[in-house]
């Protein structure tokens, strides 16, 4: 039997994965069959076998990314700022974060949590009531479609609620994903579990998928450590979210899982999804990972859940008639204010438009200002007095600012443009975007550091210098004389000196040319920089280069 064409043509990354997609194709519809065990699982749980409230939330989030944030136009660099938890005083943030996404592969990442976790939590809820003696149809509360309904309802009212105490700006649909995790692990704590496990696994495929194989260099790099990354605030306070209601769901069941498979589930689910990941912000890119201390979190909030989802009725206090349950359900709630309260003093706080901006020439669109600036005091991080942090700290980069949207954010630092030469602003809101282009140009002087310029553009319109370096000195003396290269508003300048007297200042010559500056002939070739003088020729700077 001769394969197709279009099966002989691929590499063999692709027939391997193939094989392997078909085999598990194979294997799920084998579960899924409506005629075996798992199939009718699955019917006596959803309609017609189908996690139709999980599917509703996946279409709705990712709408909100595609045509919200603009997505449909660039998948990869959506429109963000307007849409992160900025604070109070601009509800359009608090209320939109807890939907939007970074970029493409958040989105992707908290979709498939979302397929996981929410059919978990689904299938917990269920479509049909599970009470001895209720009927699908016979009421509102017992009806599929109000159930399915209340499952989606739920979702959205945890969104908003992890948006509005949120710490910080932060964005994206996974405080809901481990709200749905937290409601799965009491209910079903073995199931969630293997969910876990197998989780890495999809996601390994997926991204075997989009990138078969990689190549890799030692080089700088200019991203957060992952555990920067995560809104660990946010993922607790969705977590305990759905813990508090998976147990008030237990409670009026009364079905309780086992204790050991709780705490275990709890603790694989916390190392898995970083919750042990406890850090502090030090200023310009700088983290701390308080590693012990947020492992022994991680076993505490464990034994916690397993309390509050196991514990017993038995009296504890008879003086002011608490029982054991009452305790350790009281003291979960109190955890989850704690976790949302903790974010109220930050969500409050004003910004503007912060030291050192004020005077700086900036692009304006709309209500917002793109500024470049270096050591100016981060307001985000400075803007409120933490005790036993030292949070007066510098910001150098890319900074946007929208006193009507209460903003204050470096979108990209310093090293970061001088790294990759040029950036992306995208701005926006709700029906209108726009970007602003950064981009750095400069000379690196032998033996000290780079002179450069910084300019701004919106989409369309004409560059306008941001910042300028201070000269720089070339270490080269040449004939009792020193260079220096200078950035200017047209290009960049070269000057000649003699201790404290200036002997000439010209513009750097194109290339291939050169010209006579304080009695010194300075040569540009293609990109260097070459000061000549007599049978002398030195090399005193070179043009950057980005990548």
Partial sequence: MQLPSFVTGLPWWQLGLLASLVL??????????????????????????????????????????????????????????????WSYFYPLGVLSSGFAHGGASHLTGNLLGTLAFGTLAEYAWGHFPRERGSAAFSSLRTHPVARVGAF?????????LTGVFSLGPVVGFSGVVFAYAGFALVQLPVLTLVVVLGGGALDLLYRALQRPTIQSATGPSFSSPWWAEVAIQGHALGLFVGVILGVQLLRRRDAFPNPLHLFVAVVAFGVDRGLWAVYGFLGNGRFELYRAGGLALLFVMAGLVTAAA?????????????RSHEAAVGLTMAVLVAL???????????????????????????????????????????????????????????????????IWWTVYGK???????????RLGGVGWRETVQANRT????????????IRLR?????????????????????????????????????????QNETLGTAPLP???????????????????????????????????SYR
């Avoid at 939330?57 to 990869?76: A, C, D, K, P, T």
């Avoid at 409120?384 to 949207?405: F, K, Y």
């Avoid at 004409?462 to 508003?489: C, H, K, M, Q, W």
Wanted: charged share 20%; glycine share 12%.
């Fill in 24 to 85: 598990a194709s194979l294997v799920v519809r084998r579960l899924a069959d409506p005629r075996g065990r798992w199939g009718l699982t699955l019917r006596r749980r959803f309609v017609m076998g189908v996690p139709w409230g999980t599917l509703v939330v996946v279409l709705g989030v990712l709408s909100f990314y595609l045509f919200v944030q603009g997505g449909i136009e660039r998948w990869r660099a959506p429109v963000v700022i307007p849409f992160r938890a």
């Fill in 310 to 322: 196991t514990a017993s009725r038995e009296m504890l206090v008879s003086r002011i008639d608490l």
């Fill in 152 to 160: 989606v309802g739920v979702t959205f009212v945890v969104g908003l």
């Fill in 340 to 406: 949302s309260v903790v974010a109220v003093p930050y969500n409050l706080l004003a910004l503007g438009a912060g030291d050192g901006l004020a005077d700086r020439p900036a692009v304006e669109v709309r209500d917002y200002e793109v500024y470049y600036a270096e050591g100016v005091r981060d307001r985000l991080v400075s803007g409120i007095d933490v005790p036993g942090l030292d949070t007066n700290v510098s910001a150098s980069g890319v900074i946007v600012v929208s006193e009507e949207r209460n």
């Fill in 458 to 498: 919106p989409s369309g319109g004409e560059y306008l210098t941001a910042f300028r370096s201070e000269p720089v000195r070339a270490e080269p003396t040449i004939g009792g004389r020193n260079v220096s290269v200078f950035p200017a508003d047209d290009g960049f300048g070269v000057a000649v000196t003699r």
């Fill in 442 to 453: 400069g000379w690196s002087v032998v033996g000290n550091a780079s002179a450069y310029r």
């Fill in 510 to 544: 194109a290339n291939a040319t050169a010209v006579n500056v304080g009695g010194l002939l300075v040569e540009n070739d293609e990109g260097r920089l070459f000061v000549i003088d007599g049978g002398t020729r030195v090399r005193v700077a070179q043009r950057e």
């Fill in 415 to 425: 090293r970061e443009l001088a790294f990759a030469g040029n950036r992306y602003v």
